[in-house]
């Protein structure tokens, strides 16, 4: 039996000209039925992101990158997509509904950096992490040596 999981891709816009207010859309969600725990692939996707950057157009760079949070996604299904089964696109209405026993959540913020967000999702959905990429490999990682 798999650990399951699930990532929305949420792109973060400021909108309003008085007053301004942050919208965030969510975009896609992607279901992985296997190795969601936090030293799973999703220390695998956050080193991935913490290796790219976030950009407004784009050109010819040795980086990794993501012209926003739609080429993000689209990367992301690519990078863990090859073959039959494994890693689904979802609906996103049906986030938590399918046994996930985590749920990560990769925001890309109006200033061009992502926020990495990760929840168990028990009896009820708890937040247990909220930074960037990096800050998330380095925090799992170590978990996983002295494990």
Not at 35 to 51: K, Q
Not at 73 to 95: C, H, T, W
Request: glycine share 10%.
């Amino acid at each position: 039996m798999g650990t399951r999981s699930t990532y929305r891709i949420i792109e973060e816009n400021i909108v309003g000209k008085k007053v301004k207010k942050v919208k965030q859309e969510p975009l896609c969600l992607i279901y992985f039925q296997y190795d969601g725990y936090p030293s799973g692939h999703p220390s695998e996707t956050a080193e991935w992101l913490a290796s790219g950057k976030v950009v407004n157009g784009y050109g010819a760079s040795e980086v990794l990158q993501f012209n926003g949070a739609g080429c993000l996604a689209a990367q992301m299904v690519a990078k863990f997509k090859d073959g039959v089964g494994g890693v689904y696109i979802q609906p996103l209405s049906s986030r938590g509904e399918s046994w996930e026993d985590y749920l990560y959540d990769i925001i890309v913020k109006e200033n061009y950096t992502i926020e990495f967000v990760a929840y168990s999702n028990g009896e009820t959905k708890t937040e247990f992490f909220r930074g960037t990429p990096s800050e998330f490999v380095a925090k799992f990682k170590k978990v996983e040596a002295e494990a």
